[in-house]
């Protein structure tokens, strides 16, 4: 006779199986901020201002890659053009972390994409500062600031922001970023080199997402020619054999977002996600959703994806929500904290 534990359906130890994922204590160090949008908040905001949804309801967050994606960004951060708007977002945020038993995020903010705050950074990252300064108060997790490029932009233009940075010093500020697409910039890692030398002159960390639209030349470029502390996605190093022992070797850790990479068609299956063969070879890999509400991820989630995928053990689980922490911008105190926890895990 089936007992009824065992006869409980699979769905109940999904949950379960998640609920522990969602209690792991874990840093996430690859997420936006532009990717946090929800399509109840954007309908709001979209009907509030008189704009028209750039397609039918259903098919808003139907993405032909990431040429359209980054498009409908500029549309969606359009649509937040004041300051109680960011500093809504910044508190969801910190919310949504919560959620997912984060304990620290370092969030990426393109001022590129949000239009009606072109020319105005300080009061834009004064906003975003009041959200999670309110998030925080209230209990939610710290959160750092990486201010981000775009690739399509002009040298003078990575001048001006890392000027505009230098000249701030903003205490929530903890990185200089830079995303978009490589493969419509073409390589641009020279262009972008000097700018990256005064952040990191100036005490800021650096973080590049490359190894995404470009191949592994782009994760060498962001080594090379950028001081990358951080790589943000770098799956497509796998193809280098050299290069995946230069990140082993030197310790630099990828921030990996498997379901973007599943939505975006930079894979084409999880159980053929570079991530495993990556961590197998000792290259450092966090697990992070990069842009969770437009592109269905949620953090806890995408660990139990990989883990499902490649049949991790709880030492295996724990080892990358560690490298999570230890790739963190936190400051020491928050990553103690998290470790002390982890341990008890
Ligand atoms: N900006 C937001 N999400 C991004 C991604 N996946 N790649 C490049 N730039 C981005
Ligand atoms: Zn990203």
């Not at 259903?58 to 109680?84: H, I, P, S, V, Y």
């Not at 990069?290 to 990989?306: K, N, S």
Request: aromatic share 6%; net charge negative; with cysteine.
């Amino acid at each position: 006779m089936t007992s009824p534990a065992n006869s409980a359906p699979a769905a109940t130890s999904g949950a379960d199986a998640l609920a522990r994922l969602r209690a792991l204590p874990k840093a996430e160090v690859h997420v936006h901020l532009e990717g946090t949008f929800d399509v109840d908040l954007l309908e709001r905001w979209a009907r509030a201002a008189g704009v028209a949804l750039p397609r039918p309801r259903e098919r808003l967050l139907q993405f032909e890659g990431l040429a359209d994606f980054l498009d409908f960004l500029d549309w969606a951060c359009g649509l937040a053009a004041t300051r109680e708007r960011l500093a809504e977002l910044a508190y969801a945020f910190s919310a949504r972390l919560a959620a997912s038993g984060a304990g620290y995020a370092d969030v990426i903010f393109n001022p590129t994409h949000w239009k009606a705050w072109h020319g105005r950074l300080p009061a834009m990252i004064d906003a975003i500062d009041a959200g999670f300064a309110a998030a925080e108060q209230d209990g939610l997790p710290p959160v750092g600031l990486c201010v981000s490029l775009l690739r399509t932009q002009s040298a003078d233009a990575a001048a001006e922001l890392v000027d505009a940075l230098v000249a701030l010093r903003h205490p929530r500020v903890v990185a200089l970023s830079i995303d978009g697409n490589e493969a419509a910039a073409g390589r641009t890692g020279p262009r972008f080199a000097e700018a990256f030398r005064r952040a990191g002159a100036a005490g800021l960390k650096r973080t590049v997402h490359a190894g995404e639209s470009s191949g592994p030349e782009g994760v060498r470029d962001a080594i090379e020619c950028l001081g990358a502390d951080r790589i943000d996605h770098g799956v497509r190093a796998i193809e280098d054999a050299a290069l995946v022992a230069l990140l082993a070797e030197r310790r630099i850790p990828l921030g990996i977002c498997p379901t973007s990479n599943l939505v975006l068609g930079v894979v084409a299956s999880i159980e053929a996600h570079p991530i495993e063969p990556l961590r197998r070879a000792g290259v450092p890999v966090s697990i992070n959703t990069d842009d969770p509400a437009l592109l269905g991820a949620c953090l806890e989630g995408d660990y139990a994806l990989c883990r499902t995928a490649f049949d991790w053990s709880d030492d295996e689980v724990r080892a990358i929500a560690a490298t999570s922490i230890a790739a963190s911008f936190a400051n020491d105190d928050v990553k103690r904290r998290l470790n002390e926890a982890l341990a008890r895990w």
